[in-house]
């Protein structure tokens, strides 16, 4: 069995608050938001990130859980989408995730001053 947190998440081996799912990708709370809507998006399977070759079909499943989080959190006005992949990134937990952030005006910049 897998010790990546991730996968115990998106599988419910460990419970979460889980914001939308499909079969193949499932969207949860960050448990440390950085914004007023903080929610991550992960394949049900594991992929480290972007840089592995992840089928076509759990990137739409992954891209619908995003519209369907953004409907679901009343995103309306806008979110960002963001994707850390290694350590100069700042990746922390070696299991794909988009982060969704939004619920207030995230400004023009991509990166913090
Ligand atoms: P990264 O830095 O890898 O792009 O982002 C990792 C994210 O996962 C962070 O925003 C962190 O708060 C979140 N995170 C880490 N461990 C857990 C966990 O056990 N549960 C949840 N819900 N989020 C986690
Ligand atoms: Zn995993």
Avoid at 1 to 14: G, P, Q, R, T, Y
Avoid at 33 to 39: I, K, S, T, Y
Avoid at 77 to 100: E, P
């Amino acid at each position: 069995m897998s010790d990546c947190i991730f996968c115990k998440l998106a599988n419910h081996e460990i419970p979460t608050n889980v914001v939308y799912e499909n079969d193949l990708a499932c969207a949860f709370e960050d448990a440390e938001p950085q914004a007023p809507v903080h929610v991550l998006v992960v394949p049900k399977k594991h992929y480290v990130n972007m840089t592995d070759d992840i089928p076509a079909e759990t990137l739409a499943a992954m891209a619908e859980a995003v519209r369907e989080v953004a409907r679901i959190k009343d995103l309306g006005d806008g979110f960002r989408l963001i994707s850390n992949a290694g350590a100069a990134a700042g990746q922390t937990v070696m299991h794909l995730h988009w982060h969704i952030m939004g619920g207030k005006n995230l400004g023009e910049g991509l990166l913090p001053e």
